[in-house]
DNA sequence: TGCCTGATGTTCT
DNA sequence: GAACATCAGGCAC
């Protein structure tokens, strides 16, 4: 699958648990790092939770941009966490990716938000960045099967905490909260 | 296992 | 000036 925009145009919560088993490839130092997606989060306008629900501004411009594109935020003083934007264009959706499986030697921990972005090196710089483009680039693989992903609420939210918009694939080790 | 806290800067009110 | 889609370390149990 290659078409990015026209996979994603969807909306997040359809979104997000597609984008388990998906890859991520980070080009950086003359090195590639690879790692597969294991859990995930959807946001969008009509969730208390997300930064778009309040609606456009400058910081949350690409959440309503095309879907395909990285939303990069930062958060508590030091830490970045990374978005793919999802829905159509001026909706304000975008999935969290929370966790990777490693599949090379990617020395850093990928289990969280905060700490994958530190793992592949993604700051403000990628912000609006074409995940269909060197250096960091999102391979959509084939669908998992619904009985290898579970579904639960948020983690880390003070708002819409009964909102079950998180997924991951069952039994990863990469995964904090089961 | 689980609660509390510190480190720290951007965004929005 | 408060809130914050975090994380690691400390300490009580």
Redesign the pocket.
Known sequence: VTDLAAELGVPAEIAAPRLLGCELVREIDGRTLRGRIVET?A?DQTDA????Y?GR????DI?FGPAGFL?V???????Y?C?VVTGRESEGS???I?ALEPLNDISA?T??????CKALGID?GLNGHDLARSPLRLILNEPLDKKDIMQTS??????AQDVPWRWYVKGSRFV?RM
């Open positions: 989060e946001y939770a997300s930064h778009s309040k501004t400058p910081r949350t959440m939303y935020y930062f958060t508590y003083g030091m830490h966490c978005n975008a999935v969290l929370r921990g289990n969280g938000p905060a700490r994958l403000k948020r983690v880390g939210i003070s708002r904090s």
